[in-house]
């Protein structure tokens, strides 16, 4: 086992050694040693060269260091031996980390120390995995072991990631086959009876990229064919809710049973052969297909197999069909409902329903296609749309339009589509551009009326002006009151004023005569009047007024 380690083992140097300091009292040795680690799955093989010097009493001593630490722990199986080799499990340390190796060399007082490093995963190569075969008698059935221990520290969180291929061929032939498959047991049909094949197979990795080595040959003869041959090409349908399983077969009067099993079980090593569960509705079916309820299997995917019986012998089981319950439902159609918002129209999209009028939950994720058009044009509109309740906007008020729509699946590996929901039709209503043009106008007469009151206020102004003038006062009275304000009679001062007459005699003869009245008196006369009208005021001036002129004349008679 050493030699096919040492032959397939993948050399891995880390980086330049580091040759320490020589032990007090010793001295180093003129080179390096070239020391190598070879990792296949948990198994670690240390290496190292004598450069051509005699080993003779010379002792080898491998220790080893974690991230973090400063004492250095002896490797178990590599202290004080004479050869260049050393092999020891993974101790317990994490694979993905950096560690230190360091060998000793000891000769007498002469010892030199080098170190290299290195992260087991990174260095580790995927080994043979183990292999064991089962033969019928046109298929055999290959049962895998993963490469490492069943308590593997190396491929504790890769090993489910394993892809393994698998190469057979006839020992009478040179023409190989090679397949590929993730699970641990697998059948190879459709080969011929009692013939010897031969087959090897090995491990890869897609993340990080590893491949392992070929396990070594192993051959096995199919048996006698038997009386009654397996059920072949299988295949699923859909319909109406329920699945629809085919097969082929050529013989009459037998009887066929179907049964299912978790395709995450076939991950783990082993037959499983009492994991199978038997479908209900599929035993001792007399035709070559079976229907059985889509809620008879939970999501998820499955293996599905057929055996064939007629009452005294029993065929081999099929080649098993992988099935996948969210690839084979069919996409009902969506139920529509509308609702008109204005100009605009609200759709909401519903699960389908059964003929019992019972929703039907699709789990998948679902895009939906809508058409829509006008009730009276046949001009249609599409877009696709993932919510299922969303608005089509800004269209014509008081107008019939017409929605359709079928669901698609989001991812596009799968293809599938339901067929169109049933047509639904709505009226829109006035909508917000009717509002617009209502408030428009209602301001538009509001301005209209105001224009039309100020108008008629400036034509009766106009009228009042024309035909019912103001009555203006007399010049004399307006010259008065224009060079003597109403508020000089209100206001006191203890100056007197005089006022000026004018009398007109001739057209020649200008006479002035100057009145002088005490403001004071006049102040109080006036203002011991303040329930009397202001034009008693007016007549007692003009009484004043005609006293003097009265008076003036008599002195001119006289």
């Known amino acids: 086992m050493l030699a096919l380690l040492g032959a397939t083992a993948l050399v891995l140097v880390a980086g330049t050694p580091w040759v320490l300091p020589a032990a007090a009292g010793g001295k ?11 990792i296949i799955d948990d198994n670690f093989i240390l290496r190292w060269n004598g450069n051509g010097e005699s080993i003779g009493n010379m002792t080898f001593s491998a220790d080893y260091q974690r991230p973090g630490m400063d004492n250095w722990i002896k490797l178990p199986g590599c202290q004080y031996i004479t050869s260049t080799k050393c092999s020891f499990s993974s101790p317990k340390l994490d694979i993905y980390e950096e560690i230190k190796l360091r060998l000793r060399a000891e000769q007498g007082n002469t010892s030199w120390y080098e170190v290299i490093s290195f992260m087991p995963f990174e260095k580790a190569q995927i080994g043979p995995p183990g292999v064991h075969l089962e033969a019928e008698d046109k298929a055999i059935i290959v049962n895998i072991s993963p490469p490492g ?78 009386k009654l041959p397996p059920p072949e090409n299988l295949k699923v349908d859909v319909k109406n809710q329920n699945y629809v399983l085919k097969w082929d077969y050529a013989n009459a009067n037998v009887t066929f049973q179907v049964q299912w099993l978790h395709a995450y079980v076939r991950k783990n090593p082993g037959k499983h052969s009492h994991e199978w569960k038997q ?42 069909k992988k099935f996948s319950s969210d690839m084979q439902t069919t996409v009902l159609p969506p139920v529509i409902n509308m609702k008109s918002v204005g100009d605009s129209l609200r759709v909401y999209i519903g699960a389908p329903r059964e003929a019992e009028n019972k929703r039907v939950s699709q789990y998948y994720p679902l895009s939906y296609e809508i058409i829509f058009w006008k009730n009276t044009s046949n001009a249609e509109r599409k877009f696709l749309e993932k919510k299922t309740d969303f608005t089509i906007p800004n269209l014509q008020p008081l107008t019939v339009y017409c929605v359709k729509a079928r669901a698609h699946l989001v991812d596009g590996k799968w293809n599938r589509s339901s067929v169109f929901s049933d047509t639904v039709c709505k009226k829109t209503k006035p909508g917000n551009t009717s509002k617009s043009w209502l408030i428009a106008g209602i301001c538009i007469a509001l301005i209209a009326v105001a224009v039309v009151i100020y ?54 003869t200008i006479t002035t005569v100057e009145e002088t009245n005490q403001t004071d008196e006049d102040h109080k006369k006036y203002s011991s009047q303040t329930s009397e009208d202001s034009g008693n005021y007016s007549n007692e001036d003009e009484n004043s007024g005609s006293k003097t002129s009265e008076e003036f004349l008599e002195q001119e008679t006289v």
């Open 279 to 320: 479908i209900l509705d599929c035993e001792n079916v007399e035709t070559t297909q079976c229907v059985f309820a889509q809620n008879v299997l939970p999501e998820g995917v499955y293996y599905i197999r057929v055996q064939a019986s007629d009452g005294n012998n029993t065929s081999l089981w099929s080649k098993e």
């Open 455 to 508: 108008g008629v206020k400036v034509l009766w102004k106009g009228i009042n002006y024309v035909f019912f003038p103001s009555l203006k006062p007399s010049s004399c009275i307006d010259e008065y009151f224009s060079e003597q304000p109403l508020k000089n009679l209100l206001l006191s001062t203890s100056e007197e004023q005089t006022e000026k007459c004018f009398i007109v005699e001739n057209v020649n």
């Open 149 to 226: 221990t069943i308590d593997s520290i190396m491929w504790a969180l890769a090993g489910p990631s394993f892809i393994y291929s698998i190469v057979i061929w006839k020992i009478s032939s040179s023409i190989e086959e090679m397949i590929e498959t993730g699970y641990l047991r697998y059948k190879v049909d459709k080969l011929s009876p009692e013939t010897t094949y031969c087959l090897k197979v090995k491990a890869r990795l897609r993340t990080p990229r590893k491949v392992g080595v070929y396990s070594p040959v192993y051959c096995i003869n199919t048996t006698a064919e038997n």
């Open 28 to 38: 180093n040795l003129n080179s390096s040693r070239n020391v190598e680690i070879n």
